[in-house]
């Protein structure tokens, strides 16, 4: 499964780019999820940190160099050139290649938050930008019919049915309308340029981006003005996520935890290392030995071994700081446990208390709305009422359908907090 993993990481970076942006005229949160996951820079930055980490197994598995001793005296005239090679006595190659591995390990757990961060900020930043584009949609909506409102005002007031003052209240609704629609036209810019800075890749100006609900459903609804239009994008799906599954599959999976027990097995394997370090190298030298004395040359072999008496120093300082790391990692696990437990409830109830709260406006709140912004509007066309009425029912419209909006959004980063709560996508 390693070898998996880092092989999809490794793909990550050689496959085709994806689709340049410019050319797209929809995006979905998952085509921007992998994207991200391809072209983010910091991403990028942790995954190279996996060769790095394969790079320290290959040194922690080379073996030492011998090396040539040369052991000469002129007096004697004896001459002396052989090899020395140390060998490592306990293990210690196979103790330092575990260790090695051990901080591979660790890594891939931080490659691991840092995708479910980044899956995270670009469905935040999907989301911001998804509202934001729906809020265009309605603000251009309502200055469209309160432009019809204006042009029926006008109508009246020629007729005498109604005074100038009607018509100057109807055209303040238009002309806050347009104020709106210019402002959140740099929030819109903001919020592009916060998910470009995700994807590193510049969307195309006029891209859409679908809906971030799992099942996006159209739902039908009575015959209504211009304004309520486009309204019930997507009707939320029932979920039968229970909250114990929910917290198990966390506890599992959240790659923190998976992470402090690698650091947990890393801190054994260090100690290991340092128990193995006590045990001394063992060097040999050997080679020809020549003795050049006048009127007596000979040639024989010499050998020499040297072993290290661990008397002073017994690696007490690497043993102790890996026990003690070990504890420490021990005991970070246990409030690790009770975080995540603790996270997961939290953004399950935040979801939950979201979810009902979008019913309400798909199933309450914006057919009622609707429905009084048609009979208003007709009332007043018909002379059977003011204008403040419609406007009123125009203002109410307008706000039920930026708070359902609004409730989208926040229902979304429920999504997102509950995913990253979980460790994993829902």
Request: hydrophobic share 40%.
């Amino acid at each position: 499964m390693k070898r998996i993993f880092i092989g999809l990481l490794i793909g990550l970076t050689l496959f085709e780019p994806w689709p340049a942006f410019a050319q797209l005229t929809t995006l979905t949160i998952d085509q921007a999820i992998e994207t991200a996951i391809k072209n983010n820079p910091q991403l990028q930055a942790t995954q190279a940190r996996l060769g790095v980490s394969e790079a320290e197994i290959v040194t922690a598995g080379a073996r030492l160099n011998p090396s040539i001793v040369s052991d000469n005296g002129v007096a004697e005239k004896t001459y002396r050139l052989g090899v020395e090679q140390t060998i490592e006595l306990g293990g210690k190659r196979k103790r330092r290649v575990a260790v090695a591995q051990a901080q591979r390990n660790t890594v891939i757990a931080e490659i691991n938050t840092a995708l479910l961060d980044l899956r995270s900020d670009v469905r935040r930043a999907y989301t911001g930008l998804y509202n934001l584009q729906e809020r265009q949609g309605t603000l251009e909506n309502i200055l469209k019919v309160a432009q019809e409102l204006v042009t029926i005002a006008q109508k009246r007031e020629k007729a005498g049915d109604i005074s100038s003052l009607d018509v100057l209240q109807t055209d303040i609704v238009r002309v806050n309308a347009q104020n709106d629609l210019q402002f959140l036209g740099v929030e819109l810019v903001n919020a592009k340029n916060r998910l470009n800075t995700l994807l590193n890749q510049s969307l195309a100006s006029a891209v859409t981006l679908l809906p971030p609900n799992t099942t996006p459903q159209v739902v039908s609804t009575p015959a209504t003005p211009p304004a309520a239009t486009g309204i019930l994008q997507g009707r939320v799906s029932e979920t039968d996520m229970n909250l114990d599954d929910l917290i198990a599959q966390a506890l599992s999976r959240r790659p923190e935890i998976q992470q402090n027990l690698r650091n947990i097995d890393l801190s054994r394997l260090q100690g290991a290392l340092a128990r193995t370090n006590r045990i001394p190298n063992l060097s040999l030298a050997a080679g020809p030995d020549f003795v050049a004395e006048p009127g007596q040359k000979e040639i024989s072999i010499f050998v020499v071994g040297t072993l290290e008496i661990p008397l002073f120093n017994r690696q007490q300082g690497p043993i102790q700081e890996a026990i003690a790391r070990q504890t420490q990692f021990q005991k970070e696990q246990v409030g690790l446990k009770n975080r995540v437990t603790l996270e997961v409830a939290n953004a399950y109830n935040v979801f939950k208390a979201n979810q009902e709260r979008i019913k309400r406006y798909e199933t309450i709140i914006l057919p009622m709305s609707v429905a009084v912004t048609d009979k208003s509007r007709l009332a007043f066309q018909e002379g059977k009422t003011s204008i403040l009425m419609p406007i009123q029912a125009q203002q109410a419209y307008m706000n039920s359908r930026l708070g359902y909006l609004q409730a989208l959004a926040d229902f979304q980063n429920a999504i997102s907090d509950l995913e990253r709560a979980v460790g994993t996508g829902l």
